[in-house]
């Protein structure tokens, strides 16, 4: 099976995973995790497209799962943690990994803040090499292995 099939097809399957969830998904921790995951995955490559806001704007509002927590609220937590990542991105991404910690105690959370990165990803059909390492140390960072999600 072809790369752009397999992502389609894992972010297929993770957005799934994540409705079925939805119930257990309404803690703070996973609501700041859920947008310092967004920010990290969508700053990943150095530069914040655009298209890349786009998509995480898409995923707010039509996303079943994140409909649980208001949707101007989300947008101002995925902005500033990407005001983190733009200022500087190293010391940035140390406070969004911080972020995304916060879904730690919980492993259904840990795990749908992974498929988030995930789905956000591959939404644009090319979940890059940079967008994996960011998602692969945000499982590290969770206590999660990275192979569980393909990574």
Sequence with gaps: M???DRIKESAATMQTQLVAKKNDLKSGAFRDAAMAMCALVAAADGSIDPSERRRVAQLIATNEVLQNFDAADLHRRFDDNLARLTADFDLGKVSVLQEI????????EARAVVQIGIVIGG?????????????????HTLGLPPHEFDL
């Design 2 to 4: 072809p790369l752009w």
């Design 101 to 108: 910690a916060k879904a730690a105690k919980k492993p259904a």
């Design 123 to 139: 939404a644009d059909g090319d979940f890059d090499k940079t967008e994996q390492a960011v998602v692969r140390e945000a499982c």
